[in-house]
């Protein structure tokens, strides 16, 4: 029915003495795109096994962002409209390589915290394209995530930027081998970007930073390539 498949089984031998049937069985239903299921059977008094196997779709996951999300399956998502943010961390990311690319739409509040966080899993994750003003929180904040690119994003208006109560424009902690890379930062009462707590090894270059305590920091951490920035 509709995208589900069904399978009949019957499974029994008839020896010319009788009929027997392997009691009890299990048996495991498999299909790409589709939950496992695993049954087990039990013949009937006349020996004969006769099940009905429904292979349940998995459902795909929705790449448009109308409102805040949490995110725990890798894939593309595009923000489909201007949001406001009804929540501490409008967008959480758990999931590795995900693509978060707002295409010019905004996040915005006068009361939340983080626009984007992303928290221990998100390896891989890609920021791009956004428009964040948070007012008296933050804008994007990585936590323990490595091997991601936070490209091309504009924030403004900020007293906190990204990283919630860090008070920083772009905050990473604990989070490596990322790219920091073409981010317009103006007001943020902290500095424009922070990493520290063992960050290491992450490029920070050709970012315009205005209006903040200090444009750049870098604490506790090693091997930042820093260029380009103005």
């Not at 693509?99 to 006068?110: M, N, Q």
Request: charged letters at 20%; one cysteine or more; a negative charge.
């Amino acid at each position: 029915e509709g995208n589900s498949e069904i399978v009949e089984l019957i499974e029994y031998v008839n020896n010319g003495e009788g009929i027997t049937s392997h009691n009890p069985y299990t048996i495991i239903i498999t299909k790409e795109g589709y939950v496992e299921n695993t049954f087990e059977y039990v013949a009937d008094s006349v020996g004969n096994s006769v099940v009905v196997l429904e292979a349940v779709p998995v459902a795909a996951p929705n790449p448009n962002i109308t409102s805040c999300m949490t995110i725990n399956e890798t894939g593309d998502y595009i923000l489909m409209e201007d949001i406001v943010a009804d929540k501490s961390k409008c967008i959480e990311v758990f999931a590795e390589n995900v693509v978060i690319d707002c295409a010019g739409h905004s996040i915005t509040s006068d009361e939340f915290s983080s626009a984007i966080y992303a928290g221990d899993l998100a390896d891989g994750l890609t920021v791009k394209n956004c428009n964040i003003d948070m007012k008296t929180g933050a804008g994007i904040y990585l936590k323990g995530v490595n091997g991601g690119r936070i490209v091309d994003n504009v924030v403004s208006g900020q007293w906190h930027g990204f990283g919630g109560n860090h008070y920083h424009g772009i905050y990473g902690r604990n989070s490596d081998g990322n790219v920091i890379m073409n981010n317009n930062i103006v007001k943020t009462s902290g500095r424009g970007i922070m990493l520290q707590k063992d960050s290491d090894n992450n490029t920070i270059t050709a970012n315009y930073i205005e209006r903040a305590i200090h444009g750049i920091m870098i604490s506790e951490s090693d091997y930042t390539l820093i260029n380009s920035n103005t």
